[in-house]
């Protein structure tokens, strides 16, 4: 019965330490593999970051990592997978600003964008950039808004498709500016380019990472950024802040989520792996080549900005009257 009662309390004991490491017991053992569900397509801004801390950050947790690509209908469907995985930090998500438009675009997603997601933290930001084919005869904002003012709705923009964060920028444009543009959506960035480049589109808001080239070479024209300071990528480029509206200021953001619920010591200990990855040079130089800013927002503030964002793009998706279905 000693011997019994020994064991007892030494299972007891190997319990409590076990619940008191913060990613005990998903990650006591080095062959635990993460599953980060990107709900993009490879080559995506938000895969290729996901790809740039992955494997990183699953070395930090003691185990490796499998990325999972499940892109379609603005990410709900791979968003919808990670809701119901379970809370044990072994299944993660990346996403976009489009996580927090969606719930103003579809009349119904099967999960609500803030209670069925734990925010971990906005790993990093971008800006875009608003481009023009050469044949647009402005060169800045200024000249921009008299030309589309003197044309009414003739000249176009296009996006990547309805909803997009990159619709979303043509339409915080308008409204800021007051002018009228004519909306040609594309399923993706790649037609969407080609036609740009084509002369087929006159306008359109772009990842700085892929127009950088094009705007060197000369093949686009760049108008202004969408933050309010300058890209490192286009340093000579002023933001549309600077240039007539200064209200204007919208960031492409990649965030680290897990399903809602998730522990609070397995969250923090996340945020603290992603802060301390976002604190080497090898990562900063990674992201600063694919034409993104370090963040690191701690867990709450990362709450705060899905709320925030929520709020601010369903007032631009009223305003437009887009919708998905």
């Given at each position: 019965m000693k011997s019994i009662s020994r064991k007892r309390r030494a299972l007891a004991a190997a319990l409590t330490l076990s619940?008191?490491?913060?990613?005990?017991?998903?990650?006591?053992?080095?062959?635990?593999?993460?599953?980060m569900i990107v709900p993009n397509a490879p080559g995506s801004s938000v895969d290729s970051l996901s790809r740039t801390i992955g494997d990183k950050l699953a070395k930090a947790a003691g185990g490796s990592i499998v990325i999972e690509n499940l892109p379609g209908a603005g990410g709900v469907p791979g968003t919808a997978q990670l809701t119901r995985a379970p809370k044990d930090g072994l299944t993660l998500g990346m996403v976009s600003n489009n996580h927090v438009v969606n719930p103003s675009l579809y009349k119904k997603i099967p999960y609500d964008a803030l209670k069925d997601v734990t925010p971990i933290t906005v790993v990093a930001?971008?800006?875009?950039?608003?481009?023009?084919?050469?044949?647009?005869?402005?060169?800045?904002?200024?000249?921009?808004?008299?030309?589309?003012?003197a044309?009414?709705?003739?000249?176009?923009?296009?996006?990547?498709?309805?909803?997009?964060?990159?619709?979303?920028?043509?339409?915080?444009?308008?409204?800021?500016?007051?002018?009228?543009?004519?909306?040609?959506?594309?399923?993706?960035?790649?037609?969407?380019?080609?036609?740009?480049?084509?002369?087929?589109?006159q306008l359109a808001f772009l990842g700085v990472t892929g127009a950088a080239q094009h705007i060197k070479a000369g093949k686009l024209r760049a108008i202004g950024v969408s933050t309010t300071t300058p890209s490192s990528l286009l340093p000579n480029v002023a933001p549309l802040a600077q240039q007539g509206a200064p209200n204007y200021n919208l960031q492409g953001w990649i965030a680290l989520i897990g399903p809602g619920g998730l522990p609070a010591p397995v969250t923090n200990k996340l945020y603290s792996d992603v802060k301390a990855l976002l604190g080497t040079k090898?990562?900063?130089?990674?992201?600063?080549?694919?034409?993104?800013?370090?963040?690191?927002?701690?867990?709450?503030?990362?709450?705060?900005?899905?709320q925030n964002e929520m709020t601010r793009y369903a007032t631009l998706v009223k305003q437009s009257g887009m919708t998905i279905d």
């Open positions: 619940m008191a490491l913060p990613y005990a017991p998903a990650f006591a053992q080095g062959d635990k593999v993460i599953r930001g971008s800006p875009f950039v608003l481009v023009a084919h050469p044949s647009v005869q402005a060169k800045d904002l200024k000249e921009l808004v008299a030309l589309a003012k044309h009414g709705d003739e000249l176009t923009i296009g996006s990547s498709g309805n909803g997009t964060i990159l619709h979303l920028a043509a339409e915080a444009l308008q409204s800021e500016t007051g002018i009228k543009l004519r909306h040609v959506p594309y399923k993706g960035t790649g037609q969407l380019t080609t036609d740009l480049l084509g002369g087929q589109i090898e990562v900063q130089d990674a992201l600063t080549a694919q034409g993104f800013t370090p963040m690191g927002t701690p867990p709450d503030a990362t709450a705060a900005l899905f």
